[in-house]
């Protein structure tokens, strides 16, 4: 019997290592197999996904083979491991060990979403729709719907968001996205605020970050900002209207069609900043942290009008006479290319392996000024049509 039983132990032990080295090398023979992918694709991992999941699900497809073996291995080797979900770049040469590699790293397919200094509300929620990679939870509600579901009850939401390029991967919300870019305008608006000039005429950031709206409408010359809210501030401080068309244009909503007229200025708006006193009640666009500094930071001077050259830059008169004069010369002799905004600078052509939607979106250029009725005691050059 002692005989047998050492027979049958010995039999066992070399069965069990036949068979340990038979797994060993089918998990070899599975971890070194290439995809079966004949051009580059994306495999789609879902929230709440597992290994064993995932790999059935690529066999069915039969991009590879022996899921079982794995499995296995995923279970005795990275059990600890999460599998992140998003989306993984499959391509064509790879084997399963590069996967599990990307997998390790997490190195998920990440897209971008650029909102532009300047867009207003309306134009953000347009962008975040044309995001097809994006969970869309935001159809359908109102702007202040959509400020309760971010967790913010009555906060306007124009101008609250910081317009900057974000990256996500499938299957982030739409509201994830603008939850971080109201974070981020928080955290600059209060730095912003904190570095404050020890003049700047505000009581509070909000009045700042208004300020700050009008300038990002007025110009998109960098070296222009302080001096144009150094107008806004001086005329403020002298009891002047700001006369800034952009306002009557945000009054106006999706009435303007490009074009202001002398009846547009007249107009019972809250936000016609040519028939009221003082700033318009609420931001009306996105600003970057440049229109914010130069808010909070407004430069000293004299001056309390400015009028377009046509190239985008402006310039700037300390009394009505000058600035007539300065009307005449370059609202009444327009020249050919006149435009009252920098030309937008062409995008650079998509790089190699540059992931879908990296690039930001085009920056529209301003419309050129089409008539030159402004009233004599406005700060600028106006965006309207004579009538």
């Known amino acids: 019997m002692r005989r047998k039983f050492l027979v049958l ?6 069965l069990a290592g036949l068979t340990l080295a038979v797994a060993a090398w089918k998990v070899h023979s599975a971890l070194e197999q290439t995809l079966n992918v004949s051009q580059e694709e994306l495999l789609d991992v879902p929230a709440g996904s ?6 059935n699900r690529m066999q069915a497809k039969g991009t590879l083979r022996d899921a079982l073996w794995l499995r296995l291995y995923w279970r005795f080797n990275l059990a600890g491991q999460p599998l992140h979900s998003g989306e993984y770049r ?3 040469g790879m084997t399963l060990q590069d996967l599990l590699g990307v997998w390790k790293r997490g190195e998920v397919v990440q897209y971008n979403l650029t909102l532009v200094e300047g867009w207003n509300f309306r134009q953000v929620r347009a962008a975040l729709d044309k995001q097809e990679k994006l969970k869309h939870t935001l159809a359908g509600l109102s702007d202040a719907e959509v400020m309760t579901r971010l967790g913010h009850e009555g906060v306007f939401p124009e101008g609250r968001f910081f317009p900057d390029t974000y990256k996500y991967v499938r299957g982030v919300t739409d509201a994830d996205l603008l939850g971080q870019a109201y974070s981020r305008l928080d955290e600059v608006l209060a730095k912003e605020w904190t570095d404050r000039a020890a003049d700047a005429p505000y009581t509070e950031p909000y009045q700042a970050l208004i300020m700050a709206s009008l300038v990002e409408k007025e110009t998109g010359v960098p070296q222009e900002r302080a001096e144009i809210a150094g107008v806004f501030v001086r005329r403020l401080q002298s009891g002047m209207l700001l006369q800034t068309d952009p306002t009557v244009i945000y009054g106006m909503g999706e ?3 490009g074009k202001l007229t002398r009846a547009d200025l007249h107009e019972a708006t809250p936000y016609n900043t040519y028939t009221n006193a003082g700033l318009p009640p609420t931001p009306i666009a996105m600003v970057g942290r440049e229109a914010l500094h130069a808010a909070l930071n407004p430069a000293s001077g004299t001056s309390l009008y400015f009028v377009a050259r046509g190239d985008g830059s402006h310039v700037f008169s300390d009394d009505l006479e000058d600035h007539n004069n300065a009307v005449r010369e370059f609202q009444l002799k327009r020249r050919a290319d006149y435009r009252s905004s920098p030309a937008p600078v062409p995008l650079p052509a998509p790089q190699p392996g540059q992931e879908p939607g990296s690039q930001p979106p085009a920056v529209p250029a301003a419309s050129p000024d089409t008539a030159t009725d402004t009233p004599a005691d406005a700060p600028h050059d106006s965006q309207k049509d004579s009538q």
């Open 9 to 14: 132990l010995e039999t066992l032990v070399i």
């Open 50 to 55: 597992t290994p064993t999941g995932t790999f």
């Open 90 to 92: 499959l391509t064509p």
């Open 255 to 257: 009435r303007y069609t």
